[in-house]
T-cell receptor, first 113, second 111 residues
Framework: DAGVTQSPTHLIKTRGQHVTLRCSPI?????VSWYQQVLGQGPQFIFQYYEKEERGRGNFPDRFSARQFPNYSSELNVNALLLGDSALYLCASSLDRAWETQYFGPGTRLLVL | DAKTTQPPSMDCAEGRAANLPCNHS???????VYWYRQIHSQGPQYIIH???NNETNEMASLIITEDRKSSTLILPHATLRDTAVYYCIASSRGGSYIPTFGRGTSLIVHP
């Protein structure tokens, strides 16, 4: 069975640009969460979506937004990119809202120049 | 979520048991202890979780103290492939959903 997939794997942008990252959950999983992982630190929770609705939000500015589609895939959008947005962006899926066994994707590495 | 404290790094000889401690002295009654690990350049991987009883699965064992203020993840026979950052998280299931990963423990398994 396919695991969580994310695209693209790597991305280079410049300050002020916009970026869209994509995630496909494991088949049958209805919950998708997004995390940001800066080098040397643990993943920081950004959003959880369940059944196409936002169910949780971490301490991130409004430049970060996301949505979940009817097929449960998800997009993370970041506007007005800053150098500090350079990080590994991880997507995780789980069967339902409870996250005790999230499955993470390989991540998208974003570099902002 | 309760705050957790882990040593920044540990090392272990291949074939020996790796015992990774975690302190969660402010854990509340309905919060579980979860362990994840992250191998370099990969996403985190779920290992095990527990509430108050000791747990064991094919990957590891989780020992939770009776007062639930600390726990230990045990990899019974560490291999080189167990070299990773291990995260301990204390969180309730469902409900308010803001899981907090700290910096974890960097475990190096050496030959």
């Amino acid at each position: 069975d396919a695991g969580v997939t994310q695209s693209p794997t790597h991305l280079i942008k410049t300050r002020g640009q916009h970026v869209t990252l994509r995630c496909s959950p494991i088949s049958g999983h209805k919950s998708v969460s997004w995390y940001q992982q800066v080098l040397g630190q643990g993943p920081q929770f950004i959003f959880q979506y369940y059944e196409k609705e936002e169910r949780g939000r971490g301490n991130f500015p409004d430049r970060f937004s996301a949505r979940q589609f009817p097929n449960y895939s998800s997009e993370l959008n970041v506007n007005a990119l800053l150098l500090g947005d350079s990080a590994l962006y991880l997507c995780a899926s789980s069967l339902d809202r409870a996250w005790e066994t999230q499955y993470f994707g390989p991540g998208t590495r974003l570099l902002v120049l | 979520d309760a705050k957790t404290t882990q040593p920044p790094s540990m090392d272990c000889a291949e074939g020996r048991a790796a015992n990774l401690p975690c302190n969660h002295s402010t854990i509340s009654g309905n919060e579980y202890v979860y362990w994840y690990r992250q191998i370099h350049s990969q996403g985190p991987q779920y290992i095990i979780h527990g509430l108050k009883n000791n747990e064991t699965n094919e990957m590891a064992s989780l020992i939770i103290t009776e007062d639930r203020k600390s726990s230990t993840l045990i990899l019974p026979h560490a291999t080189l492939r167990d070299t990773a950052v291990y995260y301990c998280i204390a969180s309730s299931r469902g409900g308010s959903y803001i899981p907090t990963f700290g910096r974890g423990t960097s475990l190096i398994v050496h030959p």
